[in-house]
């Protein structure tokens, strides 16, 4: 889901700075402008909030794997940086508490701090659970991670556990 850039941003630096930049931006075989946009919005970053956005739509399902498979692949100080400023506006409470608890699962496993954000999803009123069937209800109300079990969330599988 890549969009067509149609702005324009314009930031002022010293001659310096700009220099700097040159020479950083080459380094790194880019231009200047690829070069700083890839440093504040870096990749991974741009990906998560592309399939945040996929959540709200029919394909959540294969939006949710993909971040499950971006949260695993990302080392602790990534997955900080990465998920610093996530905009989870528009989604239904259910898809923004399993992406609270997705990223909250996250950071613990790998010994990072979870973002700010996550603080201010509220959690579910009513417990969900990740199937219709009453028989396995009581095994999710016991294998949930704490991460997904505080927001009312109520799963087996997780990080690491898809095939």
């Known amino acids: 889901m890549r969009t067509t850039k149609s702005e324009q941003l314009q930031i002022r630096v010293t001659r310096s700075q700009k220099a700097a930049l040159r020479r950083r931006a080459r380094a790194?075989?880019?231009?200047?402008?690829t070069y700083v946009l890839a440093r504040a919005l870096p990749p991974a970053q741009e990906r998560f909030q592309e399939l945040v956005s996929a959540v709200g739509t029919s394909e959540k399902r294969y939006a949710l794997a993909a971040i499950h498979d971006l949260l695993t692949a990302l080392a602790p100080?990534?997955?900080?940086?990465?998920?610093?400023?996530?905009?989870?506006?528009?989604?239904?409470?259910d898809a923004r508490n399993t992406l609270a608890a997705m990223v909250e699962h996250a950071a613990a496993m790998k010994g990072a701090a979870?973002?700010?954000w996550v603080r201010d999803v509220e959690p579910l009123s009513a417990p969900h659970f990740a199937t219709q069937l009453r028989s396995v209800?009581?095994?999710?109300?016991?294998?949930?991670?704490?991460?997904?079990?505080?927001?009312?969330?109520?799963?087996?599988?997780?990080?690491?556990?898809?095939?």
């Open 114 to 116: 979870p973002p700010a």
């Open 77 to 93: 100080n990534e997955l900080e940086e990465t998920l610093a400023t996530a905009d989870l506006g528009g989604l239904p409470p």
């Open 137 to 163: 209800r009581a095994h999710l109300l016991r294998v949930a991670p704490v991460a997904f079990r505080r927001r009312n969330l109520f799963v087996d599988a997780t990080l690491g556990g898809r095939a």
């Open 28 to 33: 790194a075989g880019m231009d200047v402008s």
